[in-house]
T-cell receptor
Framework: QQPVQSPQAVILREGEDAVINCSSSKALYSVHWYRQKHGEAPVFLMI?????EQKGHEKISASFNEKKQQSSLYLTASQLSYSGTYFC???????????FGKGTKLSVKP | EAEVAQSPRYKITEKSQAVAFWCDPISGHATLYWYRQILGQGPELLVQFQDESVVDDSQLPKDRFSAERLKGVDSTLKIQPAELGDSAMYLCASSPQRREQFFGPGTRLTVL
C-alpha cells in the first residue's frame, strides 16, 4: 500500500534537471508532494487530483497518470535550495489517509 | 504566515517514563494529524482528528499511546510508558479540508 519512489537518491549539479517517480499498486484519488530538509518538517509542494492534471510550483512541476497509478515530479534547472528529501504521499479515496513513500534524497552541488 | 506550533522541540526521557507532546494547528483548520517519522523513512499516520472527534486511530498503539483534542483546537499526544523503539520525530499537521497538510516543526523524542 505504501507508494514506491524512485530513485532513492540522486546527486545533481546546479542547473541540471531531475525526475522523481512515485507509483502505487492501488487506484489513487490524489498524490501529494512534499520536500523535507534535514532536521525540519516536510513542506507542502503540490497536490494533484485524479484526472491526469499537471501542476507547477516555480521550476518544479508534477504529473499524475491515474490509469498507471503513477506520479512524477520534475525539477528543472535545479538550485542549491532544492536539496532535501522529496516524499510523495498517496490517497486511495476521497476520505482516505495520506500514505507516504520512503522518500528520494536529492543533493544539488555547486 | 500562520504556522503549526509544536512543543517541546526536543525531549529526552528514560524508558518507562511518560511523555506528552502538544500541537496547536493553524487557526481554522478542522483536521489535525499526528505522525511518527523514523529517520530515513516517510511520516506514518498515528491519529487523525476532525474537529474534536477521532477519525482514524487504527495505527495508534493504544496500549501506550493516547491522543486528545478536547475543544477541537489544540491537541496532545501522550506516551506512557515510553519504550526504546519510540525514539522518533513526532510531527503534527493540520489541513483545512483534508487536502494539503501543513506540518509543524516536530518533536524529536529520544528514549534512553
Amino acid at each position: 500500500q505504501q507508494p514506491v519512489q524512485s530513485p532513492q537518491a540522486v546527486i545533481l549539479r546546479e542547473g541540471e534537471d531531475a525526475v522523481i517517480n512515485c507509483s502505487s499498486s492501488k487506484a489513487l484519488y490524489s498524490v501529494h508532494w512534499y520536500r523535507q530538509k534535514h532536521g525540519e518538517a516536510p513542506v507542502f509542494l503540490m497536490i494533484l487530483l485524479k484526472g491526469g492534471e499537471q501542476k507547477g510550483h516555480e521550476k518544479i512541476s508534477a504529473s499524475f497518470n491515474e490509469k498507471k497509478q503513477q506520479s512524477s515530479l520534475y525539477l528543472t534547472a535545479s538550485q542549491l535550495s532544492y536539496s532535501g528529501t522529496y516524499f510523495c504521499g498517496t490517497v486511495g479515496g476521497s476520505q482516505g489517509n495520506l500514505i507516504f513513500g520512503k522518500g528520494t534524497k536529492l543533493s544539488v552541488k555547486p | 504566515e500562520a504556522e503549526v506550533a509544536q512543543s517541546p522541540r526536543y525531549k529526552i526521557t528514560e524508558k518507562s517514563q511518560a511523555v506528552a507532546f502538544w500541537c496547536d494547528p493553524i487557526s481554522g483548520h478542522a483536521t489535525l494529524y499526528w505522525y511518527r517519522q523514523i529517520l530515513g523513512q516517510g511520516p506514518e499516520l498515528l491519529v487523525q482528528f476532525q474537529d474534536e472527534s477521532v477519525v482514524d486511530d487504527s495505527q495508534l498503539p493504544k496500549d501506550r499511546f493516547s491522543a486528545e483534542r478536547l475543544k477541537g483546537v489544540d491537541s496532545t499526544l501522550k506516551i506512557q510508558p515510553a519504550e526504546l523503539g519510540d525514539s522518533a520525530m513526532y510531527l503534527c499537521a493540520s489541513s483545512p479540508q483534508r487536502r494539503e497538510q501543513f506540518f509543524g516543526p516536530g518533536t524529536r523524542l529520544t528514549v534512553l
